[in-house]
């Protein structure tokens, strides 16, 4: 299996920007597709972004797209999102999740329910 720790939340204001790192330890990185996920408080855990096992395909939410970039280094075994003009609707506990990689790189996965693993998570929080 693989372990998942995210980092890079912070505090920042309306129209900033973060970027978000997830290192991947244990099974190659590279046999996983992986995906960011976000929490606001009071909310169920919502999909943001997915990445295929190659890094060849990325798959947004509608709510980010132009936004946010996700992207993935296998040699580091780490996962980026790139978040650019925050607004406060962004705010959350970013987590990095993780799923056995598909075959089709094109067959993106939103469902928290189909991603096996997830790291502890990172707060982001956008001022206005």
């Known amino acids: 299996q693989v372990q998942l720790v995210e980092s890079g939340g912070e505090l920042v204001q309306a129209g900033g920007s973060l970027r978000l790192s997830c290192l991947a330890s244990?099974?190659?990185?590279?046999?996983?597709?992986m995906g960011w996920f976000r929490q606001a408080p009071g909310k169920e855990r919502e999909f943001v972004a997915a990445i295929s096992w190659r890094g060849t395909s990325t798959y947004y939410v509608d709510s980010v797209k132009g936004r946010f970039t996700i992207s993935r280094d296998n040699a580091k075994s780490t996962l980026y999102l790139q978040m650019n003009g925050l607004t406060p609707a962004d705010r959350g506990v970013y987590y990095c999740?993780?799923?056995?990689?598909?075959?089709?790189?094109?067959?993106?996965?939103?469902?928290?329910?189909?991603?096996?693993?997830w790291g502890q998570g990172t707060q982001v929080t956008v001022s206005s």
């Open positions: 999740a993780a799923r056995d990689r598909e075959y089709n790189e094109g067959d993106h996965r939103t469902s928290v329910h189909e991603y096996a693993y």
């Open positions: 244990g099974r190659t990185f590279d046999l996983y597709d």
